[in-house]
């Protein structure tokens, strides 16, 4: 069974940066950081395959986020910059073992999230 773990989240002011871990059992999975904020549906935020060689991010993050993953110790990182107070969410991560990352509806495994609150 995989559980992913989330760190990282924090308040921050807007235009500042932070960076999210996320430790999982599983080398091989594709991995991905999903977010909710507050009244609205879960978004896809960005997701990476089982050695980093490949990634996708959502439209609006490209450019401010960067997903990456260190296989050594089974944590995948979002680093996220410049960031507004809209990016205020519950960021969770999450996993599967098989499947491309640019198919955003079939992960298995989620973590309890953790919350990012970006001030203006």
């Known amino acids: 069974q995989v559980q992913p773990v989330e760190s990282g989240g924090g308040l921050v002011q807007a235009g500042e940066s932070l960076r999210l871990s996320c430790v999982a059992s599983?080398?091989?999975?594709?991995m991905a950081w999903f977010r909710q904020a507050p009244g609205k549906e879960r978004e896809f935020v960005a997701a990476?395959?089982?050695?980093?060689?490949?990634?996708h991010y959502a439209g609006p993050m490209k450019g401010r986020f960067t997903i990456s993953r260190n296989n050594a110790d089974n944590t995948v990182y979002l680093q996220m910059d410049s960031l507004k107070p809209e990016d205020t969410a519950v960021y969770y991560c999450?996993?599967?073992?098989?499947?491309?990352?640019?198919?955003?509806?079939?992960?298995?495994?989620w973590g309890q999230g953790t919350q990012v609150t970006v001030a203006s």
């Open positions: 999450a996993a599967k073992r098989w499947g491309s990352v640019l198919s955003r509806n079939d992960y298995n495994y």
């Open positions: 599983g080398r091989s999975f594709v």
């Open positions: 990476i395959n089982w050695n980093g060689g490949n990634t």
